[in-house]
């Protein structure tokens, strides 16, 4: 459960556009129509942050505040006061009274999820379900760079996913956008004019509503001071230029948790089949290992107990895939499954080479594989 | 009353309907010429706010009953078929009004013209026109929402309290 926002207004219009603007947030909005029903449920239900009318009926913002500040269990709850009077009396006596902060009626949605999102931690819905979406779930990449041609890359890179990429030349624009939709990655060009870049991610980074959405620098390998300055002003990571799409897509599924498992693992004939691609490189290496030790553990749980490594896709065998096989070999072991591994005699030929892998056996085919595993006779590589 | 005063009062009663429609509602709202008023016919709907101080009056807000659903679910986040009845449209006008209002009172504050407000009221109908005593000044603003193609009329009676100065 999210923080709770107790709203205290006598219009019921008031209470429903603030439930209305935390809506897509992972918090609970209670409503009060007066101080003395404020009150209680604050005592009640000791709420994270308290909205506060200030003129209402019964009791007023005013004493209830007060009320608030002499209670020992409440007063550490932060207040924030809405009235429809800003003058400057109205806004002294206000600030006089210890509230966290006061917005002025008429006010954006926008404004009061920042203002709250400053006293308390505001999560979007649904981000915990965002990773356990997969790699091929659809997603929206907002690209900040006033050169159109990096976002035609982008999209140019990314048609073999779902993922749809929306180009904003200038951030004021980006803003726009990410109050309009939010985005589920936002890469920056870091060589804007006068550091805009940077002034965007500081401003998402302070939103409530976009500071969990991972940002990635853009930016021309060269460009150290700017690298440098995007990591220790948080980026999740810079993207560098000429950009190297798979690297990317790697990082938008790390930085979002994105299940890339059923590329690699599945289970066929009652054996799960590991199957490496021909693009086999570090980054598919990261994935996975990232997902290894959970896959073929759940597969022990289902009662299988085969396990078929395919790297038939692959025209060598580097330390990368040594390592990963390694891993794979150590793993199998602990879980006592029994292993087969289908590559070529090219990849057999240079695994004969290390000291480690000299003793690995390969057979051709998936048939051959389960055969040996079901106790057929082996046919050596 | 001096003339600057009532001009100043048309004025910051353009500027607070203008930030609070376009900051609520995201709707723009062109001037109407002086002396448009709400045409009769259609049902309507009147919301008020009294302000009473050394400056005392009343602003009325009219708009049409249908405009005043649209605006109410624009505020609230609801399908004009999903509102609840009439309670729900007048609470968001009374709003509405009290936010206009308060704005305009903020200002008289700065002014050195203090005042407090009233709860907000409603008045529904056809045919019906708020007449002001002949001690009282009487001013009508009006406004064309394009994007909603429907008028918003505002209309000022303001009394000044009688003072040495």
Redesign the interface.
């Known amino acids: 459960m999210g923080p709770k926002i107790l709203t205290v207004d006598d ?4 209470r ?2 603030i439930a ?1 603007a935390f ?1 897509s947030f992972d918090c609970e909005v209670l409503e009060a129509s007066n101080g003395v029903e404020g009150l209680a449920i604050a005592s009640k239900e000791k709420p994270d942050i308290i909205i506060l009318d200030l ?1 209402m ?1 019964i009791m007023d913002g005013y004493e209830t505040l007060t009320k608030l500040k002499s209670d020992p269990e409440l007063k550490g709850i932060p207040v924030i006061m809405l ?8 806004v002294l006596r206000i600030a006089k009274q210890g509230v966290r902060d006061y917005l ?5 949605e926008d404004v009061i999820i920042d203002r709250v999102g400053r006293v308390i931690d505001l999560k979007p819905k649904g981000s915990t379900p965002i990773k356990a979406k997969r790699f091929d779930d659809p997603l929206t990449i907002l690209v900040v760079d006033d050169k159109p041609a990096i976002c035609e890359q982008i999209r140019a890179g990314i048609t073999d996913t779902p993922w749809t990429v929306i180009g904003r030349a200038q951030s004021g624009e980006a803003v726009d956008f990410c109050s309009q939709t939010l985005p589920d990655v936002i890469l920056i060009s870091l060589s804007l004019p006068d550091g805009a870049g940077f002034t965007l991610f500081q401003m998402l980074r302070a939103s409530a509503k976009t500071k969990s959405v991972p940002v990635f620098g853009l930016c021309v390998k060269t460009t150290v001071d700017e690298q440098t300055r995007a990591q220790q002003m948080g980026f999740n990571g810079v993207v560098t230029k000429p950009m190297d799409m798979d690297d990317l897509k790697a990082k938008v599924a790390r930085s979002l948790s994105l299940d890339t498992s059923y590329k690699y693992f599945q289970q066929k004939n009652g054996v799960l089949l590991v199957t490496l691609p021909s693009t086999f490189g570090t980054n598919v290496a990261n994935e996975v290992t990232t997902h290894l030790r959970a896959k073929l553990s759940e597969a022990v749980d289902a009662g299988l107990d085969k396990v078929i490594f395919d790297l038939s896709a692959l025209k060598t065998a580097d330390i990368t895939l040594i390592k990963l096989g390694l891993d794979f070999m150590t793993l199998c072991d602990e879980l006592s499954l029994k292993q087969r591994m289908i590559g070529s005699s090219v990849v057999s030929q240079e695994c004969k080479k290390y000291e480690e892998t000299k003793d690995w056996s390969f057979v051709s085919t998936f048939n051959e594989a389960q055969a040996v595993l079901c106790g057929k006779e082996l046919i050596a590589a | 009353m001096p003339t600057t005063m009532i001009q100043d009062m048309d004025d910051l009663v353009r500027a607070a309907i203008n930030e609070v429609f376009d900051t609520m509602l995201n709707l723009k709202l062109e001037a109407e010429p002086p002396g448009t008023e709400l045409l009769n016919g259609e049902a309507h709907i009147a919301s008020s706010v009294g302000f009473i101080g050394r400056l005392t009056g009343i602003v009325y807000i009219y708009s049409t009953a249908s405009f005043a659903r649209t605006i109410t679910a624009t505020l609230i986040g609801l399908e004009e078929s999903d509102i609840d009845g009439e309670e729900m449209v007048n609470d968001a006008m009374g709003e509405v009004a009290n936010m206009i209002v308060g704005n305009v009172k903020s200002r008289l504050s700065d002014r050195g013209m203090p005042c407090v407000l009233t709860i907000p009221s409603i008045v529904r109908g056809s045919h019906f026109t708020i007449e002001a005593v002949s001690s009282t000044e009487r001013r009508v603003v009006s406004f064309k929402c394009l994007k909603a193609n429907q008028q918003i009329v505002i209309e000022i009676l303001i009394k000044l309290e009688k003072s040495n100065n």
């Open positions: 219009s019921k219009t008031i429903l556009i209305k809506k003129t009926p009235t429809a009077e800003a003058g400057r009396e109205n002025v009626k008429p006010f954006k």
